[in-house]
């Protein structure tokens, strides 16, 4: 019996995808209404920059699901690439610990698991296709 055999599993597969769009479009909707709650409580510096800072989140969200919803390769770079970015805007910005345990857990984190859970629809999707 082989661990790793290349079988097709369209309910696995389905899985895969519905966990995926969810993680992003949870994460988009929690991301725009904490952008929206930011924008109360600190305010900015103008109409314009208020809504750079509401609809950015939710475009990017909308982008990465609608990316997802085709194209799953694709938006599994594009989440990992989220991810990196992120990091690297942590290091620049100097995040204190407790920051950085909010963006790991509430932004890092589910961009790595929506990618991965993309990748593994399209794996098995590219299985379903060879035995077809």
């Known amino acids: 019996m082989e661990i790793f055999a290349k079988t097709c599993n369209s309910d696995v ?14 994460g988009g909707v929690i991301w725009t209404v904490l952008a929206i709650g930011s924008a109360m409580v600190f305010g900015t510096s103008g109409p ?3 809504t750079i800072q509401i609809v950015l989140p939710l475009v990017l969200a909308v982008l990465a699901f609608a990316i997802g919803w085709f194209y799953e390769n694709v938006a599994a770079a594009l989440l990992f690439a989220g991810a990196i970015a992120t990091v690297v805007w942590g ?3 100097g995040w204190e610990a407790g920051v950085w345990g909010i963006m790991a857990i509430f932004l890092i984190a589910p ?5 991965l859970l993309f990748l593994m629809a399209a794996r ?9």
């Open 124 to 132: 098995m999707q590219a299985v379903c296709e060879m035995k077809a």
């Open 111 to 115: 961009e790595i698991i929506a990618g």
């Open 48 to 50: 314009a920059a208020l």
């Open 91 to 93: 290091v620049v910005m």
């Open 13 to 26: 597969m389905d899985g895969e995808r519905i966990a995926a769009r969810l993680f992003v479009g949870i």
